[in-house]
Nanobody, 128 residues
Framework: QIRLVESGGGSVQPGGSLRLSCKGFGGAISFYHLGWFRQTPDNEREAVAHIDTVGTLTTYADSVKGRFTISRDNIGNLLWLQMDNLQPEDTAMYYC?????????????????????WGQGTQVSVPS
């Protein structure tokens, strides 16, 4: 069973950048589609970006397209989220998650319920 640990959160001024990292322990991330999600106290959890097992397919929420980039390194068991031009509405707890490839027949139809393993989260704050 894989364990995920996020890092890289913090506080940044509007227009700034942060790079979130997620490290996998206890298993190879190559067996998993990976995703970044975010949640604020007042809102439901929102999918930010997904990436397939080999890093060739990605999808993004409309709210982050053109500003965020998801990538992965299967050799190093790492997932990243590069966040540029951050805005106050990006303030949230960010989580990485893993969806077993064997349980997902179509990457484009990936759902939050497909993600079985979650990190503890890292806070991103962009003051207005």
């Amino acid at each position: 069973q894989i364990r995920l640990v996020e890092s890289g959160g913090g506080s940044v001024q509007p227009g700034g950048s942060l790079r979130l990292s997620c490290k996998g322990f206890g298993g190879a991330i190559s067996f998993y589609h990976l995703g970044w999600f975010r949640q604020t106290p007042d809102n439901e959890r929102e999918a930010v970006a997904h990436i397939d097992t080999v890093g060739t397919l990605t999808t993004y929420a409309d709210s982050v397209k053109g500003r965020f980039t998801i990538s992965r390194d299967n050799i190093g068991n790492l997932l990243w989220l590069q966040m540029d031009n951050l805005q106050p509405e990006d303030t949230a707890m960010y989580y990485c998650a893993a969806a077993p490839k064997r349980d997902v027949s179509d990457f484009q139809a990936l759902r939050e319920s497909d993600y079985k393993f979650w990190g503890q989260g890292t806070q991103v704050s962009v003051p207005s």
